[in-house]
């Protein structure tokens, strides 16, 4: 429990990140906990990678790949569903996303564990939206700070 945190307020965010992780298996379609999120972000894009904390398990990798390639469609198409049952809101920059579809690429990568979805921005306002979005995410996810592409 971090120092200036009282019983009351760590229990409420416990409570808050274990209905973040049910309503991610819900959206996503595999376990949590047997995952690591990481946000990436870079100057001229970003990407949301998830991979398997167990290298051995191809059934949560193969479920990680499924959902990721998922995420690339529908977020080509200003779908951004799944974020908003995950987190149970909308998520910032996402209506800045929806409405410049046109300025956005969503590539899907296999990695060794899982994959990754690389989100390219053309332009500057469109990248600060990208980079709301995935900032929230390493706040709400507790990944720490965001990682550079491409590392």
Do not use: W
Request: net charge negative; hydrophobic share 35%.
């Amino acid at each position: 429990m971090p120092a200036a945190m009282t019983h009351e307020a760590h229990l409420a965010q416990m409570e808050k990140h274990r209905e973040l992780n049910a309503r991610g298996a819900a959206a996503m379609g595999f376990d949590q906990d047997r995952t690591s999120h990481h946000f990436r972000l870079s100057e001229s894009d970003g990407g949301i990678e998830v991979v398997s904390k167990d290298p051995a398990d191809a059934g949560t990798r193969d479920e990680i790949r499924t959902h990721l390639r998922e995420i690339a469609a529908g977020f080509a198409s200003g779908d951004f569903t799944k974020p908003f049952m995950t987190h149970g809101e909308v998520l910032p920059g996402v209506k800045t996303m929806q409405a410049r579809t046109h300025a956005l690429t969503f590539t899907y990568e296999d990695r060794p564990d899982g994959g990754m979805v690389r989100i390219n921005a053309a332009d500057a306002k469109t990248r600060k939206a990208v980079h709301d979005f995935l900032r929230y995410q390493i706040r709400e996810h507790h990944t720490g700070d965001p990682l550079t592409v491409g590392k």
